[in-house]
């Protein structure tokens, strides 16, 4: 029987079990220039007992930023700490994609001095939480002809500086009602040219990304990360038949691709939608199951074991256990996830989580 400790080949890169720490922002790029700092290498090299690690969301421009002191790969300064982080996970025997995300109209123009980008100059509902405190989302500047095409060549470019920075790999952020999802979404894409409309039209976006940093830096070394039906960040998809409809063509352009890995982070209530998706997928299959408000535990192990998943995702567990592996294999104990420290700050809730003896 298959199990999560079984090391696993994902596309050339070797993975020492079929863990993966999922993205998770943290909000601690307190360098120059929105760069990594040694308090994340140390973050990141005490979790490579993954068998992949995730980076949190990483933007590939200025305008991509979507929240307070967030990494960027998008210039020389940034490359150069990134190379820090890789270096330490890589010696400490792990593996490790960045994950590139585009917030598009999630963010606000205080964090940046620029306006927020989008498929359509539509408002997302709600508020960004930024050093002068929450502040409502704003109208995005709807993205031009040109501006897509600079938009796509900008995450290449991003991928080609991950691996300059010594990443195994990316992945794509298509993902919780970030700009992928956002041109995926009718009700954030309301254009009615070559990038809007149908579900082909929606899902343009999506695939030409991917296929632009796929002849970057190789196909096998991209991954992509989706969440069908996930309603974050003021995300509306329509209805299940919409949904469906969207993602099995999307999945229909991208497998041809030969990417990675296809990345899933599942909403309430769509597993039957995960099996149809994970059937589709003719290569490796990454799951975050959904938990509702409790953490992804020990259980979803066996999600690799009946054959639903290649590789399971964990998020707020592995931040609190660097050691999750071993702690899994175990059964615990596990530490209980800080919350009041996700976002910002020191050491604190970071890297001082213990070991288990």
Do not use: C
Request: hydrophobic share 40%; aromatic share 8%.
């Amino acid at each position: 029987m298959t199990t999560a400790f079984d090391p696993y080949d994902l596309s050339g890169t070797p993975l020492s079990n079929r863990t993966v720490m999922a993205p998770m922002t943290r909000s601690r790029a307190f360098g120059p220039g929105r760069t990594p700092t040694d308090l994340m290498a140390e973050y990141y090299a005490q979790r490579a007992g993954a068998g992949l690690i995730v980076t949190e969301g990483t933007q590939p421009s200025a305008v991509g930023q979507g929240y307070p002191d967030t990494p960027g790969i998008h210039t020389a300064e940034q490359i150069a700490a990134w190379r820090k982080v890789t270096d330490a996970v890589h010696a400490e025997g792990g593996r490790i994609f960045v994950q590139i995300m585009h917030t598009g109209r999630i963010g606000h123009p205080s964090l940046t001095g620029l306006t927020p980008v989008a498929p359509s100059a539509v408002q997302a509902q709600g508020q960004v939480y930024t050093h002068e405190g929450p502040l409502d989302f704003v109208v995005p500047h709807e993205l031009t002809e040109e501006e897509i095409a600079q938009t796509v060549a900008d995450f290449a470019t991003a991928a080609r500086n991950a691996i300059e920075a010594g990443f195994d790999g990316v992945e794509l952020h298509g993902a919780n009602g970030y700009l992928i999802h956002q041109f995926l979404a009718p009700g954030s894409n309301r254009r009615t040219d070559g990038w809007g409309g149908s579900p082909l039209g929606r899902i343009r976006f999506a695939v030409e990304t991917a296929k632009a940093v796929a002849e970057a830096i190789g196909a096998e070394k991209v991954g992509f990360r989706i969440s069908p039906a996930n309603p974050y960040n003021d995300i509306d998809e329509g209805d299940p038949a919409d949904i469906e409809a969207t993602y099995a063509a999307l999945v229909d352009e991208l497998a041809p691709l030969g990417l990675a890995y296809l990345h899933q982070m599942e909403a309430a209530g769509v597993r039957e939608l995960v099996g149809r998706l994970r059937k589709a997928w003719p290569g490796t299959f990454v799951l975050n199951p959904f938990t509702g408000s409790d953490p992804t535990g020990p259980d979803a192990l066996s999600l690799i074991e009946d054959g639903t998943a290649d590789l399971v995702a964990y998020g707020a567990l592995f931040l609190a256990n660097p050691d999750l592996p071993a702690r899994l294999a175990t059964g615990g104990p596990f530490n209980t996830p800080d919350r009041a420290a996700f976002f910002g700050g020191d050491h604190r809730g970071y890297t001082d989580y213990p070991v288990s003896a």
